[in-house]
């Protein structure tokens, strides 16, 4: 176990160290110069030479990138010219509000999603498991920026239940303060991942059922209900936990375009507009956040993989 | 999960390669006849045909075992549909998709415009038809070459195994830490986006899902008999890969490829839908749906929920038909 996540870490940080050479690489994309793009079309030649060498830019690459990679480990992400603020200070000031939103939507889809997959698979092919299937589906063949407009469409537009908008508020404490305007973000992030939630669950649910501890279970006189509760959940549970970790880019993917919809005061907005106003470092600053989140993301995944199967053992 | 790859090729029963004809027979126990070193072209033929003949009369071709798989017809109906309606319908319904009129703006459905205008005065019909063809094009292109590109990827990295596997892994790993749509809104306000750069940097980013699992793939088919089978009989690795990997991985690979259509959908609406897509006058569901949402409020139905619809229904379409496939090759291995 103790080699197994040595060798993991190691892995992991060495997906670390790519990513900061990829960002790098997109940083050094921008076609024509870094200062011309920043400091834009009226800047003389000498402004441009001392953005140059007040930015390092006229040092070798790799000099460059170590610079760069440096930067990074120190917290330090970059500066918006745009907004005139540290990318960091940034990302300090609307991560926490991601936070509750996913927080909250990630906590309801596996309240709803755990329980339905389980009932799925004990009623397999019966209208309940047909009808959550079905619904999964669509669910996940659907943008979900289309299912947030539907739900602006009839609960914002057609019966005036639930405000349009999330909450304006600029700190996590006001975004709490505001429960109905976080109403319909959360529930189209949670329904987005109940879909696909469901689905895995159903199928390890399903799997298990099949196990010979299972009939074991029952032969021996267990009533249902414990053979669900302490042989089947518990095991189910397992594939789940790993894709709770996996899940960490759709999670993000389906944040940003969420936060978009809704103008939910978080780094999903605020990525979109870094990206409206050409503003890369912000860009730049927050993949490398949202890299170093899927990377944990699948470390966590495989290391709680390995701890809750005992068998899992990868030598 | 070597049983879902064995023999999962379409119409792979009609023509057997002799690869993967020497997979399925038990090694000689006795070890009387000598290993299956450099067949003549003879001798070969021959256990072509053994293999062949008792199999066509079990087995039914894939196309006819499809057939039988409703959800998956349903979906191919459904896209074929859909495509007729994007590249043949403008041939028979005529409209302006190029020249802005302000005195149609945002007319309701009726004679003239069955799904009315938009605010710049296209007709709504006329329009989802056009943004129909790249969202196709665009999406047939990039399954197909990140399929192809990432199968490729997986199965040299899964068959040649050690530092190499480890190092073409990793760099899966890393452009597969960063969710695609960043990295599309990154290099969408970098370049202007044309259907080409799209086609490319889509495929930049699809290739990783089939690369890692064809890889899982080739792991389990590297120790299989047919390929020492080939080795001894001084094959190389570029053929091993090319011959008996990829083709024995294609049900894999084949299931994938509809799924990354309907995800290339979605997230070529998504991009059009928050304005980094093909710049006007490229017309997109995406773009569409994201210039009717401004009239959300104002009633103007039609300019939000067609679009909306045939985003959803497409995708649903290719899902069906990923099912479907994954369906009748499951089936066609217990058939077996």
Request: some cysteine; proline content about 6%.
């Given at each position: ?142 943008p979900?920026y289309w299912?947030?407009l ?166 | ?96 998709q ?17 799904l009315g205008t938009d605010a710049n005065?296209f007709d709504i019909l006329g329009r989802l038809m056009v943004g129909g063809?790249s969202a ?132 070529l609406a998504?991009?059009s839908f928050?304005g980094?897509g093909l710049?006007p006058p490229a017309v997109s569901w995406g773009g569409m749906l994201s210039q009717g949402t401004t009239y959300?409020?104002?009633?103007y139905?039609w300019e939000v929920y067609p679009a909306g619809l045939i985003v ?25």
């Amino acid at each position: 176990m103790i080699g197994y996540t040595l060798r993991r870490l190691v892995q992991a940080a060495v997906v670390l160290l790519g990513l900061t050479v990829l960002v790098f690489a997109l940083e050094h994309m921008i076609p024509g110069n870094l200062a011309r793009a920043i400091l834009g079309p009226r800047a003389g030649p000498a402004e441009i030479a001392a953005f140059d060498r007040l930015n390092g830019l006229e040092r070798p690459v790799v000099s460059q990138y170590l610079t760069f990679l440096s930067h990074v480990l120190h917290g330090n992400l970059g500066y918006s010219y745009r907004l005139n603020q540290s990318v960091d200070s940034l990302v300090a000031h609307e991560l926490p509000n991601d936070l509750i939103l996913v927080g909250i939507a990630l906590l309801l889809a596996l309240a709803i999603s755990i329980p339905l997959g389980v009932a799925q698979a004990v009623r397999r092919n019966r209208v309940l498991d047909h009808v959550a299937t079905g619904v999964s589906f669509l669910l996940y063949s659907m943008p979900s920026y289309w299912l947030g407009l539907l739900l602006i469409a009839g609960l914002a537009i057609g019966v005036h239940v639930f405000p349009p908008e999330a909450p304006q508020a600029v700190s996590p404490a006001g975004v709490l303060a505001d429960p109905r305007a976080l109403v319909l973000p959360v529930v189209t992030l949670t329904l987005v991942n109940v879909a696909l939630f469901a689905r895995y669950m159903r199928s390890a649910a399903v799997d298990t059922l099949a196990q010979d501890y299972v009939r074991l279970a029952r032969a021996k006189g267990l009533p249902a209900r414990m053979v669900l509760w302490r042989h089947v959940l518990g095991n189910s549970l397992v594939p789940v936990v790993t894709l709770l970790g996996l899940s960490v880019p759709a999670v993000l993917t389906t944040g940003l375009v969420v936060e978009y919809v809704f103008n939910f005061p978080g780094l999903g907005l605020t990525y979109y507009n870094a990206a409206v106003n050409a503003d890369y470092p912000v860009e730049l600053g927050i993949t490398v956040i949202v890299g170093i989140a899927t990377v944990l993301g699948s470390l966590l995944a495989d290391l709680a993989y390995a701890v809750l199967d005992p068998r899992v053992r990868y030598d | 999960m070597t049983e879902t790859v064995r023999g999962t090729r379409p119409g792979e029963d009609a023509r057997p390669v002799a690869g993967t004809g020497l997979g399925h027979r038990a090694p000689d126990p006795g070890g009387t006849a000598p290993a299956p070193v450099a067949l003549t072209a003879e001798e070969s033929d021959v256990l072509r045909t053994a293999e062949a003949e008792p199999r066509r009369g079990r087995r039914r071709s894939f196309a006819a075992a499809f057939v039988e798989n409703r959800t998956g017809v349903a979906g191919l109906g459904v896209v074929v549909t859909v495509a007729a309606f994007c590249f043949l319908g403008p041939l028979v319904y005529h409209s302006d998709q190029v020249h802005a009129n302000i005195a149609l703006t945002n007319l309701a459905p009726g004679a003239g415009h069955p799904l009315g205008t938009d605010a710049n005065g296209f007709d709504i019909l006329g329009r989802l038809m056009v943004g129909g063809q790249s969202a196709l094009e665009i999406s047939l292109a990039v399954a197909l070459v990140a399929t192809c590109f990432g199968a490729l990827w997986g199965a040299v990295s899964g068959y040649t195994g050690g530092a190499i596997d480890a190092v073409m892994m990793r760099i899966v790993d890393v452009v597969i830490a960063v969710p695609a749509i960043f990295l599309l809104i990154y290099l969408a306000t970098v370049f202007r986006p044309t259907v080409p750069l799209l086609i490319v940097v889509l495929s930049l980013l699809s290739w990783l899902g089939p690369a890692r699992l064809v890889r899982g793939e080739a792991l389990s088919l590297r120790t299989r008999e047919f390929v020492d089978a080939v080795r001894a009989a001084g094959g190389r690795s570029s053929r091993i890969v090319g011959r008996h990997i990829l083709p024995n991985a294609l049900g894999t690979i084949s299931v994938n490829a509809t799924f990354q259509v309907a995800d290339a959908i979605i997230i070529l609406a998504t991009l059009s839908f928050l304005g980094f897509g093909l710049p006007p006058p490229a017309v997109s569901w995406g773009g569409m749906l994201s210039q009717g949402t401004t009239y959300l409020l104002d009633g103007y139905w039609w300019e939000v929920y067609p679009a909306g619809l045939i985003v959803m229904v497409t995708v649903v379409a290719f899902n069906f038909i990923g099912d479907g496939l994954r369906d009748t090759l499951d089936a066609r291995l217990r058939e077996r």
